[in-house]
């Protein structure tokens, strides 16, 4: 369009000053436009690029930290069942639901070997404890690793929010100072022509 109204300048010879200054306002315009996107582009898209890449960085390790906790409480739901078995056939107690058929099939199938019930269930009782203490080992350790994890990711993540917010914080500033730089020079751009402009006849 710029170079179309300095061209028509060539042709509209009473006009022409104004028509050419109206075309290279136009030019400058363009070029104006032109800086202002690449600025926006280079200040500040590419933050919001790397934040959104750290993003789904961040949930990706969230899911570990969650795999970690399942993994810890399915091991202290092991233990608590097997600790309250083992406390069921020290005191000689009936087990429940599904536990009591399980226990009656059992006991059937000690029957047909011809299994004393009580050196069973002593060495089910022993079975469990050893059970019971690499539970809880287990269990101890799981714990630790999930809460350090846990700590891990909390630290990350609040090291990595300072950072961003130094960063958002420049490229904010840089974006309103390009701004500002643009609309400044849109004013100057077309200051000059106005005079021009101006001189045109109106009838």
Do not use: C
């Not at 363009?30 to 890449?53: C, R």
């Not at 059970?131 to 990711?153: K, M, N, P, Q, W």
């Amino acid at each position: 369009l710029g170079t179309g109204l300095v061209d028509l300048g060539d042709i509209e010879t009473g006009m022409t000053l104004a028509l050419v200054e109206g075309g290279n306002a136009l030019k400058a315009q363009h070029l104006a436009v032109k800086q202002l996107a690449e600025q926006t582009e280079d200040l500040f898209l590419g933050e919001i690029d790397e934040y959104i890449s750290y993003s789904e960085a961040f949930v990706e390790i969230l899911r570990q930290r969650d795999q970690k906790q399942a993994e810890f409480e399915d091991l202290t739901e092991y233990l608590q069942q097997s600790t309250a078995e083992r406390d069921r056939l020290a005191n000689h107690q009936s087990a429940v639901g599904v536990s009591a058929v399980t226990n009656f099939i059992k006991g059937k199938v000690r029957d047909l070997r011809g299994v004393d019930p009580a050196i069973s269930r002593q060495q089910r009782i022993e079975n469990l404890g050893v059970r019971i203490r690499e539970l809880e080992t287990a269990v101890d350790t799981s714990g630790e690793d999930s809460a350090a994890f846990s700590e891990l990711v909390a630290e990350e993540y609040d090291v990595f929010g300072a950072i961003k917010q130094h960063d958002f914080k420049r490229a904010f500033g840089a974006l309103a100072s390009s701004h500002i730089e643009f609309y400044s020079r849109t004013a100057e751009i077309w200051r000059a022509v106005i005079p021009e402009l101006e001189k045109l006849p109106v009838d």
